[in-house]
Nanobody
Framework: QVQLVESGGGLVQAGGSLRLSCAVS????????MGWFRQAPGKEREFVAA????????YYADSVKGRFTISSDNAKNTLYLQMSSLKPEDTAVYYC????????????????????WGQGTQVTVSS
């Protein structure tokens, strides 16, 4: 069974940076893609970024484009989300997720594309 464990969240001032990690274990083969989502209090979980393993294409929500970078270290089975120029509106619980179905790029913008989820890590950005 695939397990995803996020870490790296915390409290940061506006304009600061954080790097989230997602450690993956239990895979017997590679998934098609992985993504990051976030959920703020009272809001629905929303797409942040995704990476497709075939070709290495990356995708970002407009709200984080140019500020966040998704990457991976395959040797460590770890997914990362480097977040810079953080804003108070970035405050949320951040989740990583694994997708086992092959979609076109924009297919990974939706929660339904993902099969396994981590427990989340809290990111709080103070103004």
């Amino acid at each position: 069974q695939v397990q995803l464990v996020e870490s790296g969240g915390g409290l940061v001032q506006a304009g600061g940076s954080l790097r989230l990690s997602c450690a993956v274990s239990g895979r017997t083969r590679r998934s098609y893609a992985m993504g990051w989502f976030r959920q703020a209090p009272g809001k629905e979980r929303e797409f942040v970024a995704a990476i497709r393993w075939s070709g290495g294409s990356t995708y970002y929500a407009d709200s984080v484009k140019g500020r966040f970078t998704i990457s991976s270290d395959n040797a460590k089975n770890t997914l990362y989300l480097q977040m810079s120029s953080l804003k108070p509106e970035d405050t949320a619980v951040y989740y990583c997720a694994d997708a086992w179905t092959n979609y076109s790029g924009r297919g990974y913008y939706t929660r339904d594309a993902y099969d396994s989820w981590g427990q989340g890590t809290q990111v709080t950005v103070s103004s």
